[in-house]
């Protein structure tokens, strides 16, 4: 929705080509930051999950009823998971089967780590092996991947500080550009009128190339931090979206002044 009303508002004929630019920045960044926010949800049940994911082995391997480990589980608090213990618990006292029960608990936590565990330990159940030996495994998998994935998010952090700040002095960078033949192309104007074989030159298409490359930059720093993260597109939306608004405001910002300034000294 962020995405059709950021296209929206570039095709809308209102403002310049900056301005909408940092409109469309900011309506994709607000979906980005929404879905960011959906993810911070998901990532803290998949760091409360292991707590959830050692009481039922640990009790299973007792030989204890699974609804009765289940029941038990209501008493204790898992954090983020506490709702859906409580829906699991409520599908198998109606007699759900227990593999579609466990089903719709991935399903009301939607991580794809929690289901790839969940699936190991439901067909480690349904089959009837060792549930403390696969535990065993699934937990040194589990240590892996997170350790992993945090140092892949220390890159990125470390990337992101890099990236953004750059994109920023880019777009500055072309600012003054602009602000210096904007302030030219007043000046010529001005010596038109006086003098016959001067003609003041355009600077149209260097503002859309200038457009273009803010849209380009900002488009391979957010595929670059992707690929680094790899786990939520959301990730392409907010930053493409605090880019281009960031990148649009510094760039009409400085453009306004440094045309001011030099304007202002072209006539003293």
Same mark, same amino acid.
């Given at each position: 929705a962020s995405v059709a009303? %950021?296209?929206?508002? #570039?095709?809308?004929?209102? $403002?310049?080509?900056?301005?909408?630019?940092?409109? *469309?920045?900011?309506?994709?960044?607000?979906?980005? %930051?929404?879905?960011?926010?959906?993810?911070?949800?998901?990532k803290q049940k998949e760091k409360d999950y292991p707590a959830f994911f050692r009481y039922i082995s640990s009790n299973i391997g007792a030989n204890i009823p699974l609804i009765q480990v289940i029941d038990s589980a209501r008493e204790t608090d898992f954090g983020s998971l506490n709702e859906a213990v409580e829906i699991l618990y409520n599908k198998l006292k109606m007699r759900v089967k227990p593999k579609v029960a466990w089903w719709s608990f991935e399903t009301e936590l939607d991580s794809n780590l929690i289901r790839k565990i969940n699936l190991i330990m439901t067909d480690t159940l349904a089959t009837g092996g060792d549930i403390e030996k696969a535990s065993k495994v699934i937990?040194? &998998?589990?240590?892996?991947?997170?350790?992993?994935?945090?140092?892949?998010?220390? %890159?990125?952090?470390?990337? #992101? $500080? #890099?990236? #953004?700040?750059?994109?920023?002095?880019?777009?500055?960078? &072309? $600012?003054?550009?602009?602000? @210096? @033949? *904007?302030?030219?192309?007043? @000046?010529?104007?001005?010596?038109?009128?006086v003098v016959d074989f001067i003609s003041v030159p355009s600077v149209e298409f260097m503002r859309i190339f200038f457009l273009f490359s803010l849209i380009v930059f900002a488009l391979n720093n957010v595929f670059s931090l992707y690929n680094m993260e790899g786990d939520s597109r959301f990730t392409i939306l907010f930053y493409l979206g605090i880019q281009l608004s960031l990148g649009g405001a510094f760039y009409l910002g400085i453009t306004s002044m440094v045309t001011k300034y030099l304007s202002s000294v072209a006539y003293l």
């Open positions: 009303l %950021a296209v929206l508002a #570039i095709v809308l004929p209102v $403002g310049s080509n900056f301005q909408k630019l940092i409109i *469309s920045g900011l309506l994709i960044s607000v979906g980005g %930051a929404v879905g960011k926010w959906y993810i911070r949800k998901v937990e040194e &998998f589990h240590h892996i991947y997170t350790m992993v994935r945090r140092k892949r998010y220390s %890159a990125c952090s470390y990337h #992101i $500080g #890099i990236l #953004i700040p750059l994109y920023v002095v880019m777009a500055s960078l &072309f $600012g003054v550009i602009d602000g @210096f @033949f *904007s302030a030219l192309t007043l @000046f010529l104007g001005k010596l038109e009128s």
